[in-house]
């Protein structure tokens, strides 16, 4: 009893000391409010589309130096090779099968006599009733804006205020600027003066909304229109490209000025963010939605482009800086992919995951906390649509209905309207130029299971159904013409 009451006595000084007896012994002092997040979101940029991923002839010093204060992933993925549907993915953690906006439009792109099967019936809008990361993080106490680019509906029904978004600046349906040039035609956003261009617009009223919000936790979404078409720039900078060398198929002075606007606000809002003494309790990522336009840019050694499951189509550059937490100028190598950033972003802040909201991704804090790994083992893509070639050296299309899957170096893609399997070593084979599925039928046939189980858990639609106005000759004879062009 004695010793008992001595520790009891004990335990009491010690929580006077501490002043309550449930205080935190961690270095982060008790008032420390939960990070900010600033993701910015780049439409169409490519995978080598930025200094730090190799680029000469593009000019981003501001996003390069993010690059050398945070982690650089050099495996990192948008959830399909267009926008509308990794965007999907992003806000709701899951992929395409449970929200059903498989690609941007319909589904039944290019003339139906060159359309082997009939494709999965797609949807464009996001559903309200699926969570957002933006519905979440206001539960745990943030303010939050999407500026820019939506394309997932339209409010009041489905834009981002109907999606858990306190602001929305110039968001809507739209896959694409009418203008990058005041005026912008579009509803959610005030026209500025003439001649105002958009990209630095959305710069100004992302800048505004951190200056508003500076001492409250917040999440800021900014999903650039840029660098979608149209191309526009500003006429000084595209000169300066014009009297600039290119690197290789790196060479359009249009889209060169564009990146660099872009670049440009990257870096006023990080001057902001370390303005305002924010920039250490702060969490900034860097993110395109899928790869470059091919008819536009270049992603070598990279095969594809946008519109593709090649690798030039879903492997996107990828920054995270977080003070404290990630090691300045590291990199992880890791295979991560859009839907991640849901989990991720729940763990950092706090938020809890609303009941019976399934989510796919898995958070990569353990990756920006140095880890090597994280527990699953295959990250998928189901695109049961066609996308018509915009270039010649595709033929009639860019891709057919596919699926795919990665299990560590291995790639392996599906096409549904022939049955086509590839197989590719993306440690040895980057450029998914050698197909060795005939070589490896064990390796094959393991990534083919794991993607048919895959399918059947999430029940994922497959397009079967032979297409009537298919006509194989015409077909035959349109690619012949294309490629030959």
Not at 90 to 107: A, E
Not at 276 to 281: A, V
Request: charged share 25%; with cysteine; glycine share 10%.
């Amino acid at each position: 009893m004695i010793r008992s009451r001595n520790i009891l006595i004990c335990m009491g000084i010690i929580g006077c000391l501490l002043g309550e007896w449930d205080i935190s012994l961690s270095n982060e002092p008790p008032d420390k409010k939960p990070p900010n997040v600033v993701f910015i979101l780049v439409d169409d940029l490519g995978w080598k589309d930025v200094g730090f991923m190799g680029s000469t002839y593009y000019e981003t010093p501001n996003i390069d130096k993010l690059a050398g204060e945070g982690m650089v992933f050099t495996d990192a993925y948008s959830n399909a090779p267009n926008c509308a549907p990794t965007r999907a993915c992003l806000l709701s953690g899951q992929y395409t099968p449970r929200h059903g906006i498989y690609t941007v439009g319909t589904s039944k792109r290019g003339k139906s006599v060159y359309r082997r099967i009939i494709p999965v019936e797609n949807t464009t809008v996001l559903d309200p009733r699926i969570p957002t990361i933006a519905d979440d993080l206001k539960q745990a106490g943030y303010t939050s804006a999407s500026i820019g680019k939506w394309h997932l509906g339209a409010d009041p029904e489905s834009g981002p205020i109907s999606q858990g978004f306190d602001e929305n600046v110039g968001g809507d349906k739209s896959g694409h600027p009418r203008n990058y040039f005041s005026p912008y035609h579009n509803t959610n956003l005030e026209d500025g003066p003439k001649g105002e261009y958009l990209t630095d617009r959305l710069t100004d009223e992302a800048v505004e909304f951190i200056q508003a919000n500076r001492e409250n936790p917040f999440f800021l979404y900014l999903s650039h229109y840029a660098v979608h078409t149209p191309l526009q720039a500003k006429d000084s900078l595209i000169k300066k490209y014009r009297d600039k060398n290119p690197d290789g198929g790196q060479n359009n002075p249009i889209y060169a000025a564009m990146i660099e606007s872009m670049d440009s606000g990257v870096g006023r809002i990080l001057e902001k963010l370390g303005q305002l003494g924010l920039e250490e309790n702060t969490v900034v990522i860097f993110f395109s939605d899928n790869g470059g336009h091919g008819g536009v840019t270049d992603m070598s050694p990279l095969r594809g482009s946008k519109g593709m499951l090649y690798e030039g189509g879903i492997r996107v550059p990828m920054i995270v800086k977080w003070p404290g937490v990630v090691e300045p100028g590291s990199s992880c190598d890791v295979p991560v992919i859009s839907l991640d950033f849901y989990p991720t972003l729940l763990e950092i802040s706090g938020a809890k995951v609303p009941p019976g909201h399934v989510i796919d991704g898995e958070s990569i804090v353990k990756l920006l906390n140095g880890g090597d790994k994280l527990e699953r083992n295959a990250i998928f893509w189901h695109f049961p649509a066609y996308l018509e070639s915009y270039t010649s050296e595709q033929g009639v299309w860019r891709t057919t209905p596919t699926g795919a899957v990665r299990v560590g170096d291995y790639k392996l893609l599906e096409y549904f309207d022939n049955g086509k399997i590839e197989l590719y070593n993306l440690e040895e084979d980057i450029g998914e130029q050698n197909d060795i599925s005939s070589k490896m039928p064990s390796k094959t046939k393991e990534l083919m299971k794991i993607l048919k189980q895959w399918r059947n858990d999430i029940d994922a639609p497959v397009p079967i159904e032979i297409n009537p106005q298919f006509d194989e000759d015409k077909f035959i004879k349109r690619h012949e013409s294309l490629i030959s062009d």
